[in-house]
């Protein structure tokens, strides 16, 4: 049985940051790498016009997680009540939430987002104007990840378990044989190594939904066998309480909504993409799935796994009875996120065609577009990282409607007006959709900031239904 660390709520902050901040951030480092690697064998191995399946990819992802991030809500509702019930040292209660919103997220997975995702595939690539030569790649893809992706998001729900709990080396280690699979998988099934076929896209689906099924059995063992903090529950039952789920939503909902505001924002910015015309659109697409999906989340997964920690310091100080030293490590939080974009957005600046060459990306007009796109994602890196880690504070501490609340102003209202204002002049091009993501970002911030100064969502009261 795993103790409490009560290193997180005494002593050093700076300690207690880096001792969540390190492996949350490496592993949300280590989840992207297999993206990556399935963009460089797709862009090398399978040959399509203007890099069309490295933009299948893309669309596919960004739909999918429209859906998709809206169950994952209730994640994060589940992550804020174990972090605060482990300040407290109450293993009962965390175990609780964590249980109910496991079966929570099987049902719906199975029962609901498979089949219904299925059967909608199509009209959400319609959505974004896919062209035609990337509709056909990114279709079955899509439909796999749909039928098949349970396994995917069990995973997340686990990882961000343990580290509420306070046990963020748990995951880093599921997280690296996750990948680690997941890249053996891809390499072989994309390239049709050894005996087995050439599948292209559909082996780098295959290897994402497959790899996380190995860490999900690994995490329920370890749980079963009372090996983590978190335990199973003292009575197992099929039906989730609805005492607990109702705590639950009401937490995580606000966040779901937020999710779902920002990958609409990503879809419809697809859609301003392919009202580009026929020689800019497939391009600007591929450019943005490269530079944006991949390359950009060298910053992204890692500001998101500062996110997680930030959260998690947040709760589990609230759960002790310390709301401003939960402040002050979040603050140590954002500034970590700062220097990590700072030194990758260097690399953007200085050696972007570089960059886009190792996705196969070495003449015509994707370079172009992309070169462009990420000299603006080196500023954008550090704007965001702030803002992640401030949100993860707010988060950690229960406040997830005024994080939604800004993601509407900044990621619908801003970034989509911009681009349908000048969509609608006729003066739309990706060097002014790149600015109006740096435009979005930038206001995130400030408003966030101006959110996080006031200090009064540090202290609200929460408690799991009786």
């Known amino acids: 049985m795993k103790k409490f660390d009560d290193q997180l709520v005494s002593g050093s902050i700076l300690r207690s940051v880096w001792k969540l901040t390190w492996p949350a951030a490496t592993l949300n480092l280590v989840n992207g790498i297999h993206g990556l690697v399935d963009h460089i064998l797709i862009g090398h191995y399978l040959a399509s016009p203007d890099n069309a399946a490295n933009a299948a990819i893309g669309v596919a992802w960004q ?8 169950i994952a809500s209730l994640f994060h509702g589940m992550n804020v009540l174990i972090a605060r019930y482990a300040g407290k040292q109450d293993r009962v209660s965390m175990s609780r939430a964590a249980f109910e919103s496991f ?3 099987v049902i719906i997975l199975v029962f609901f987002l498979a089949p219904v995702g299925y059967f909608i595939a199509p009209y959400l690539l319609d959505l974004v104007r896919a062209h035609e030569d990337v509709r056909l790649l990114a279709l079955p893809y899509l439909r796999l ?3 098949c992706g349970a396994p995917l998001f069990l995973m997340f729900m686990f990882t961000g378990a343990f580290q509420a709990s306070g046990d963020p080396k748990t995951p880093l280690f599921l997280g690296i044989l996750t990948t680690i699979l997941n890249v ?4 072989v099934l994309i ?17 994402t939904v497959l790899a996380p099924a ?5 995490s329920m063992v370890l749980i079963l066998r009372k090996k983590m903090i978190l335990h199973p529950p003292e009575k197992f039952h099929l039906l989730p309480d609805l005492s607990v789920m109702k705590t639950v939503v009401r937490i995580g909902i606000p966040t779901g909504i937020q999710g779902v505001l920002l990958n609409i924002g990503g879809v419809l910015l697809f859609r301003f993409l392919g009202s580009l015309g026929e020689e800019l659109s497939a391009s600007a697409q591929a450019a943005y799935t490269i530079c944006y999906a991949q390359l950009f989340s060298i910053i992204t997964w890692t500001c998101f796994g500062l996110r997680s920690a930030a959260g998690t310091i947040m709760g589990q100080n609230i759960g002790a009875g310390d709301p401003h030293r939960g402040i002050r490590g979040v603050q140590v939080a954002a500034s970590f996120g700062a220097v990590w974009a700072l030194l990758i957005g260097t690399l953007f600046w200085f050696f972007p065609a570089d960059l886009l060459a190792v996705f196969g990306a070495v003449d015509g007009t994707i370079v172009e577009v992309g070169v462009s796109l990420l000299r603006f994602l080196s500023f954008s890196g550090i704007v965001l990282a702030i803002t992640l880690a401030l949100t993860g504070g707010l988060q950690g501490a229960g406040e997830t409607k005024m994080p939604m609340y800004i993601a509407f102003l900044t990621q619908i209202v801003l970034l989509l007006g911009i681009c349908g204002f000048l969509d609608w002049r006729g003066q739309l091009t990706p060097d002014r959709v790149w600015m109006a993501i ?6 995130r911030l400030i408003l966030t900031l101006l959110v996080f100064r006031t200090d009064k969502w540090a202290h609200r009261k929460i408690e799991l239904g009786s």
């Open 103 to 105: 079966l929570s997220a």
């Open 438 to 443: 740096f435009i979005s970002h930038l206001g």
């Open 214 to 218: 190995v860490s999900v059995a690994i």
């Open 63 to 70: 739909v999918f997680l429209v859906i998709v991030v809206f």
């Open 191 to 207: 390239t049709g190594a050894g005996p087995f076929p050439a599948m292209g896209i559909m082996g780098a689906a295959l290897g």
């Open 184 to 187: 053996c998988i891809s390499v």
């Open 145 to 147: 990840l749909f039928v």
